[in-house]
């Protein structure tokens, strides 16, 4: 978005959203054959926002409320490859139609991911041999054992001239590649309008936002098409592709309403899916502390009594079960797919998740006292505010309580707002200082990590941290945010290509708990935030630098659309103040010093500063105009390195085979069930006392084979070959990965080589994590082992006990042959 003059901006923001004459040529709303749903029944009358993935960005909907039921458009794709271009051929301008003459593959991309189904027409295929597939990614997807059809590619199902794949009774998955298959032919066809038919929720732009920095714009819009995505008739859905768990997930909602409620103001259907989900227990006690503070958001953004009244029984019997079991140490089940937070379902007692999880217990209890504060239940308030007190007391009594906590819980106990400066800047540096280990696994837990970060006013950190993580995302190829992620995925794996697949099973690209980001941009960046219910009170703190000079955007209210812009090169800014409401602004300083303001062409005074803003208060309603002189220069955002603490470059040796001997294994080796399933044979060296293999199967291939990719004995009179194997336990849901922790004692550099073997040359391709085995930090960026059909090596070094993840990516499951230390 080109960055408008500022009078211009608010003249189209008092106006409405800009006009957008026609839906995009790759759209459209005709239905070829009857669907679940009507075509959409709104107009291209909104915005057109060029870094917005999302088709209907521009689309309104004249009234859409929570009971409206599901409607449909349809999508053409942008662009189609093929693997045999003399069987194929079509125009560029339109390849939704293609002339096919023999076997081929066709792949369709459709420019981003929607939740839809896919469809093409033809005639005179009787006879023919074809499939059909799909995927967020570049390859035809494979899912879990459980899912309706786990294998996203099978033969469509025929109306008439119009071929359908339906891989699930909903019919959608979560779609941006299409393929077809074209296995046998007896003659020349056309294949026509090869599309997607898209359902989505009928939901508007209400909110938007845009900055200097056009990455954080995207990274906006992509987190709310994300959510949108995943808007179902009645709820809030928590998965868009289809692999057994598309039901309710408490916790999964929390950053999926926060961000639809700054995004889409869809306040109702927020409040339908806090009742449908307030009696949904998934057996994770997080999730059940994470509704509460749902309930919190709703209403400090609506200001809705009665649903508050009606669910205050309901809250409070989930914070009271937390106090009660605070010290019992109960049964989290989950509490991230962080390795610190236990990797998922691994270990989810470990002690970071029990600590994380009495700060998110604290932080629950007193951000529920404040709401009953405000809403007049003083007896609630002190009950709640003093189960916190009582646990920071008694937490505080070891004056080193900062030094045992971990990101995830430094994290939620700053969230839960009653650290004071010392401790914050000791939580900082214990916990969040390295740039690198301030990224968690999952974004979900990332959006707390970020909402810690503002809570110490480290924004600048937190924008670098925003663009490792989502904006990583995005230069992936993302149009929605994943399940997981780790910036080094892009440098080892292609653009839009198969992600790791590890403890989160296989691995969601369009995954809602993802999108909290969104609310933190407007409530940090933008700066706006309810100071009392409903916004009748509200703040604008928008946090400029050198790096990001200006901002604007809208948030949408009960009281009507706040709308703010901020400039830090004319040192202007503009703000909406709805009927009703009253606004405390601070004008950023980022880094100079405030001289004078003026408001609407008169000096203001100013009700005090800080060290970052100057405050004045706006009373009345309408549109203000204010402008600041300053002094001295923009500050400059420091320039925070990301580094890896093993930092040595791993090598790959395909030529090895099994002929390890005099090349691998000179201080100990494992080899993997050589003396039959699970008779692993080892010698470890003297600094390894174990290796403890986890979540694996054993299987002995081969005792006697001649085939040099099986291993030599390691007895010098053996001349036989053996081969066996420790693999991931595919397609068991949350298999995909297998652990091998090396104990060894710490100080003692030395050399790791995993002989990798796909014995049946079946495609595998595999991820290898390494972490450190104590505090489960990440060591080195991930290493994709592929093309291990002849087996190989892949070998690094460390220099600490270790835990190593070895994961799936493709093929039937990752397939570890052995291991050697030198």
């Not at 999926?256 to 009696?279: C, E, I, K, P, W």
């Not at 508050?308 to 106090?323: I, P, V």
């Not at 970020?450 to 992936?476: H, K, N, P, S, V």
């Amino acid at each position: 978005m080109m960055k408008p003059k500022l009078p211009a901006l608010l003249l189209s923001l008092l106006c409405g959203l800009y006009a957008c004459d026609a839906p995009p040529s790759r759209l459209s709303f005709e239905q070829k054959i009857p669907g679940p749903y009507p075509s959409a029944s709104g107009s291209f009358s909104g915005e057109a926002v060029a870094q917005s993935p999302d088709p209907l960005v521009a689309y309104r909907w004249a009234d859409p409320k929570a009971s409206d039921d599901l409607e449909s458009y349809v999508l053409y794709p942008e662009s189609v490859r093929t693997n045999d271009g003399a069987h194929a051929r079509w125009k560029p301008k339109r390849p939704e139609t293609i002339e096919v003459s023999g076997p081929c593959d066709l792949m369709f991309d459709f420019g981003r991911v929607s939740a839809g189904w896919l469809e093409f027409d033809a005639e005179g295929l009787e006879g023919a041999d074809i499939e059909m597939s799909i995927s967020e990614f570049d390859e035809p997807a494979i899912f879990n054992a459980g899912s309706e059809h786990p294998r996203k590619t099978a033969v469509p199902v025929r109306y008439g001239d119009t071929y359908r794949l339906e891989l699930n009774r909903d019919l959608y998955e979560g779609v941006r590649f299409g393929w077809v298959h074209i296995r046998r032919i007896d003659r020349p066809v056309t294949l026509a309008d090869v599309r997607l038919v898209c359902q989505i929720k009928p939901t508007n732009y209400e909110g938007c936002f845009a900055c200097s920095d056009t990455m954080l714009t995207r990274i906006w819009y992509t987190g709310a098409y994300d959510v949108k995505l995943n808007l179902l008739k009645d709820y809030f859905g928590a998965i868009l592709m289809e692999r057994s768990d598309r039901h309710s997930w408490t916790g999964d909602a929390h950053p999926s309403q926060a961000a639809s409620m700054v995004a889409f103001g869809n306040f109702d259907f927020v409040r339908t899916n806090l009742f449908y989900t307030s009696t949904q227990f998934n057996g994770i006690a997080s999730y059940s502390l994470y509704w509460v503070l749902s309930l919190v958001d709703y209403y400090d953004y609506t200001a809705d009594r009665a649903t508050l009244d009606s669910l205050t029984e309901n809250a409070c019997g989930k914070l009271d079960a937390a106090y009660a079991h605070y010290e019992a140490a109960p049964s989290l089940q989950f509490y991230g797919w962080d390795e610190r937070l236990g990797a998922g379902f691994e270990h989810p007692d470990c002690d970071e998740s029990r600590t994380a999880y009495k700060m998110l217990s604290i932080r629950a209890w007193k951000a529920f006292a404040r709401t009953m504060e405000n809403a007049g239940r003083s007896d609630l308030a002190r009950k709640y505010a003093g189960y916190a007190d009582e646990k920071i007391g008694a937490m505080r009594r070891d004056a080193r309580w900062t030094s045992a906590l971990g990101l995830h819980a430094a994290a939620d106990a700053l969230n839960a707002d009653f650290a004071d400066p010392a401790e914050r800047e000791a939580l900082w540096r214990n916990a969040f200082s390295d740039r690198l280990q301030r990224l968690s696994y999952s974004p979900f837990n990332q959006y707390f990590i970020m909402q810690a970060m503002a809570r110490m006013g480290r924004y600048d950190e937190a924008l670098a941290t925003t663009d490792d993580c989502w904006g990583g995302q995005i230069r992936y190829g993302g149009t929605t945010f994943f399940e997981v992620y780790r910036p080094c995925w892009n440098d080892v794996i292609a653009r839009n290509g198969a992600p790791v697949n590890n403890q989160c099973g296989y691995t969601s690209l369009t995954h809602p708990w993802s999108a909290g980001i969104v609310k933190w941009l407007s409530e940090e960046i933008l700066g706006i935030k309810p100071l009392a219910p409903g916004f009748a009170r509200f703040s604008v703190t928008p946090h400029l630098s050198a790096a990001l000079t200006w901002v604007e955007g809208s948030v949408p209210t009960p009281c009507g659309t706040i709308r703010a812009s901020f400039d830090a090169e004319t040192n202007r800014a503009e703000i909406s103040v709805p009927q009703g409401t009253s606004a405390e602004v601070g004008l950023p300083k980022a880094g100079r010093t405030i001289t004078a303001v003026t408001v609407d062409g008169h000096p203001a005074t100013p009700l005090g500063e800080d060290s970052a803003f100057v405050y004045i208060a706006l009373e009345e309603a309408g549109l203000h105009r204010i402008e600041t002189s300053c002094t001295g220069t923009l500050a400059e955002p420091a320039d925070e390195p990301l580094r890896y603490a093993c930092d040595a470059s791993p090598i790959q040796d395909s030529t090895t085979g099994g002929d390890w001997p005099g090349v691998y294994g000179s201080r100990g080796y494992v080899l993997c069930s050589y003396d039959g399933d699970g008779g692993h044979r080892m010698r470890l060296p003297d600094f390894v006392e174990r290796v403890v293999f986890a979540k694996n199967g054993d299987r002995c291939l081969h005792r006697d084979i001649a085939d040099r990719r099986a291993l030599r004995s390691d007895r010098p009179d053996d001349t036989l070959r053996r081969i066996g194997t420790a693999f991931t336990l595919d397609p068991a849901p949350c298999n995909q990965t297998m652990t091998v922790d090396i104990e060894s004692r710490g100080g003692t550099p030395y050399r790791i080589a995993l002989y990798f073997i796909d014995w049946e040359r079946d495609g595998r391709r595999s991820a290898v994590e390494v972490f450190d085995l104590g505090n489960k930090g990440l060591l080195m960026p991930v290493q994709i082992v592929d093309r291990y059909g002849e087996g190989k090596y892949l070998v690094f070094e460390v220099d600490r006990p270790v835990r190593l993840r070895i994961d799936q990516v493709r093929g039937t499951n990752a397939s570890l042959g052995a291991l050697f230390f030198d």
